[in-house]
């Protein structure tokens, strides 16, 4: 069938049946670029960890983040998206419209990262793959834009939910933090492309519980002692994510050459992973010893450790490597868990608790929900990579107190952080985000009659009887430049004066210090300054010439059909 013809049978579906078929589409193509991201980085670290222990391992962080530069700025060209941010941003303001490219050059980037020892996830490349992919399937099939924002989350939800084999947490995290709303229509295409996604990841990978763990008996002491693990991780979430800005600041100001601050960054990799070799690439083999009860090391080395693991992830990503911080997240959680469980246990030797394994699955669930914000998402990840549903009520109580904590102190996600201070974050069906889909030029009215300043009052009878508005923009007869305007209730009472409205001229009675807005403005600057103004209709002024007028009412009527329009699909 030709494309054009399968595209002309695909719109004619019902908008369900359109859902479910991309849905399905998105999930095959997303889970296989998930599975296929796994399984390189298994087999390039699996290659490189024969060098650990010699000293040239310094230099395999420096190669592999100057040759991710190098692919993703000059080669690519797809240097400047930053992961779920990237992904939210388009969601936000361009109607999910992602990059072609950005569907493999981030894999790309990521393993080249990743496996040549750069502390990082490949949770976030995983996640602008599927979304672009998602995103570059409904402008083939030229969906619609709410469509298109729906398709885009579920290419994030597969990539979760293939990379993790956990469907439900690919569901939560796309609708908790992706898309920001939970609406039925939204979530049916982003869960059948988490299914999808999870049964490709399951065929090619097998069906495995990523973390093991032995069974948990829970006690009121270890509830109890919940609450202190929910401070000590809000603390370690505040410190990393306090980290990642300032040595992104730091090499952002010092270094202008990227490939100069790419060797910086990975020299200072390399040499980490010299004393503590257990930071390089995801950190995952850290939180299977620490699940298992199989971990063994001194209090004071296993806090330098969480220390350098933030360290490390702040410069691998700082410097331009391509990764996330999920996979940081869950080893920095589980080591502060486990720290945790062991001040406890030396402090009050005499109670008893359910063991180190624990604490250290209830701090990754804490860490997740401090550090996204996403407390929903910080449960079920760890309750389908751990198996952990007899932790249920530990995992509940840290993954909301932890958030709420951080919160305290960070207002935002690390996600949502810059997106909120460029004014980026809009979500669905709040003002922002209706007002940001109305362009200026949709609201523009031109059915208005010029004046020039030299006319007098007599000259202007004729155009108020053809005129349906009650005022008048004045322009500079040679020029051509917008001077102001002549409002009726300023004139009315001087028309029926036959010497007055013979000698009076409009340079008399115009105002010229009225507000003016550009067609550059967005809607929300517009509507802010009727709100300052206290005036009905605003001038638009292009150049010093007049274009138009905008007016509250049209405001409010493409106001009332944008809403109308993102509340179906």
């Not at 939180?287 to 330098?304: A, K, T, Y």
Request: charged letters at 15%; a neutral charge.
């Amino acid at each position: 069938m030709k494309p054009n013809r399968l595209r002309s049978v695909f719109m004619n579906l019902d908008s369900r049946i359109q859902l479910l078929v991309i849905g399905i589409i998105v999930g095959l193509c997303s889970g296989l670029a998930a599975v296929g991201l796994n399984q390189g980085l298994q087999l390039f670290s699996g290659y490189l960890d024969q060098f650990h222990q010699h000293f040239y391992l310094v230099a395999f962080p420096v190669a592999g983040l100057l040759l991710t530069v190098i692919i993703m700025k000059y080669m690519i060209r797809d240097f400047d998206a930053h992961g779920v941010p990237e992904v939210i941003y388009s969601i936000s303001i361009r109607g999910g419209a992602l990059k072609f490219r950005s569907s493999f050059s981030k894999l790309i980037g990521s393993l080249i990262t990743i496996s040549s020892g750069g502390s990082a996830g490949p949770e976030a490349p995983v996640i602008i793959s599927g979304a672009a992919i998602g995103s570059n399937i409904a402008g083939y099939f030229k969906s619609n834009e709410m469509m298109r924002i729906a398709v885009a989350g579920s290419g994030a939800a597969a990539a979760i939910a293939s990379i993790f084999n956990a469907p439900i947490t690919g569901i939560i995290f796309t609708m908790e933090v992706i898309l920001g709303e939970w609406s039925t229509t939204m979530m049916f295409p982003v869960a059948i492309s988490s299914i999808t996604g999870t049964i490709v990841s399951r065929l090619l990978s097998g069906n495995q519980i990523s973390f093991a763990h032995r069974t948990f008996d829970v006690s009121i002491y270890d509830l109890l002692a919940c609450f202190g693990l929910a401070i000590a991780i809000a603390v370690f979430t505040l410190l990393f994510i306090r980290l990642l800005k300032v040595v992104s600041n730091i090499l952002d100001s010092r270094f202008k050459s990227l490939l100069l601050k790419a060797m910086i960054g990975g020299v200072v990799v390399g040499i980490i992973t010299i004393v503590f070799p257990q930071v390089r690439g995801e950190g995952y083999e850290v939180v299977r010893s620490l699940i298992g009860d199989r971990f063994s090391m001194d209090m004071i080395m296993v806090l330098g450790l969480i220390f350098m693991k933030m360290m490390a992830t702040s410069f691998t990503l700082g410097a331009g490597g391509a990764g996330g911080v999920f996979a940081p997240s869950l080893v920095i959680g589980s080591l502060g868990g486990w720290l945790y469980f062991q001040g406890l246990n030396t402090v009050f030797p005499h109670l008893q608790f359910s063991g180190s394994s624990l604490f250290a699955l209830v701090g990754m669930a804490g860490m997740i929900s401090g550090t996204m914000q996403a407390p929903l998402s910080g449960i079920f990840l760890i309750i389908e990579i751990t198996g952990g549903y007899d932790a249920i009520l530990p995992l509940l109580l840290v993954s909301f107190l932890t958030p709420m904590l951080v919160k305290l102190i960070e207002k935002h996600s690390i996600y949502h952080h810059e997106l909120v201070k460029r004014g980026y974050l809009l979500r669905p069906r709040t003002d922002g985000r209706i007002l940001a889909e109305i362009r200026p030029e949709e609201l523009l009215e031109q059915n208005l009659f010029s004046v020039y300043p030299d006319m007098i009052l007599a000259d202007l009878i004729p155009l108020i009887k053809k005129s349906s508005r009650n005022y008048f923009p004045v322009q500079d007869r040679d020029s051509g430049h917008y001077l102001g305007m002549v409002f009726f209730n300023d004139i009315k009472g001087f028309l029926f004066d036959p010497d007055l409205v013979n000698s009076i001229i409009l340079e008399e009675v115009m105002q010229t210090d009225l507000a003016t807005v550009s067609l550059k403005d967005s809607v929300i600057d517009i509507l802010h300054k009727f709100e300052t103004t206290g005036a009905w209709s605003l001038p638009v002024v292009e150049n010093d010439r007049f274009q138009g007028l905008i007016s509250k009412s049209s405001l409010l009527d493409h106001y009332r059909r944008e809403l109308k329009t993102q509340t179906e699909i």
